[in-house]
């Protein structure tokens, strides 16, 4: 048995360990087939068995952390190692074969027993180089709502004894423009002059618990576009001045910590590369006016009176969200500038656009569309705010 070493059991999840379950995924060891010989070791087999599938549940919990915050990933993990025990002990028990000593025990003394005979509770890495992932065939389905477990935190300084109950919320689709592209000299014009088509972001929609780096995100956007509000009044120097408005806010942001991937990578590194980064995973670094028109089209559709002009962009882009929508957007008014221009007879207000090279066109009479959004619901003299979730 010792020619066929197995690091097993897994310890419990918990949120000492959880940053090093998936930071160091894939530096600690699988077990394929081919590691053990065709016969015998079967009950090696098994406690293999149970590792692969544990990290292979691990590893979804970690990838939707991308979304999720600390405490839903938590849950996650938790659920995958406490059902990799169920099915371990359940496997184990169906075979004429000693029984692994835990198994016999119940509930919570059973999954502490698993727990104080891991040879590597803390997750850390063993292995020098990277280990391929070994996919499961039994599915591990997280359900969040199994999570809304109550989680206390202090309610008053006066009433220190009192605690006020939170739930953690499933997670729900992001939606959010973070982060803004750097203010340049080619963009500054377009920063300033779509800025009243860029949303807002409303932070009091969002849960209680599982959403505070969304919450960062929504307020470092709001304080940038206020500053670049101020910024683009000035005549001179308002490229100078964006930029410094930019910066300071990704700089205050980084001063937190965020569950968001790319966001932490981009903080991790030095100003230079900071800057860089956040511009780079950018989802409109040029402030085009396309991405925000959409919004505008969906959210102030009941106030839209052209309605008919719209009607096949409302009902095929506006259910979709994010990049998808986007996406349709750009289509379909590819496709309405086709129809428009191609007309032999060219209504009065598409003319001088039609006569134009197709992506100037487009253009064109995108910036028309929007000016027919914009007055019929003053868009211009008051933003709504946005939930950057849907």
Known sequence: MLDYPVQFPLGRPTSDNLQAICLHGDHRPRYPDSYFPRSGFGQLVRRASA???AEYWFSTCCKGNQTWEREVTLCCATQAWELSVQSFCEEDSSVKDRLYHCCRLKGSKRLNCFHNDAPNPNYEATEEL???????????????????KTVM????????????????STPRKVDINFPLGQPTATTIHSLCHNQKHRPLYNIKCLPNVGYNWLALQAKTINRMERGFKWCCKKRTDALICAKKKWRKELNKFCLHESSDEASSRCCSGDE???????????????????????????????????????????????????QDQNTCFGQELEKMTQKICSKKRILPPFRLCCKLSSDDAAKCINKFLIDIITKPSNLSREKRKRCPIS
């Not at 300084?157 to 009192?162: F, I, K, L, P, V």
């Not at 919004?295 to 506006?318: A, Q, V, W």
């Open 51 to 53: 590792v692969n599938k």
């Open 130 to 148: 990277p280990v391929p992932e070994l996919p499961s065939i039994d599915n591990f389905n997280f359900d969040p709502n199994t999570c809304q």
């Open 153 to 168: 935190t202090p309610y008053s300084a006066r009433q220190n004894r009192e605690r006020k109950e939170k739930e953690l």
């Open 272 to 322: 230079a590369n900071r800057y860089s980064c956040f511009h780079n995973i950018s989802a409109d670094p040029h402030y085009n006016m396309t991405w925000t028109t959409l919004h505008n089209i969906c959210d102030m559709r009941k106030s839209i009176k052209n309605k008919l002009t719209f009607n096949i962009l409302l009902k095929k882009c506006c259910p979709l969200s994010g």
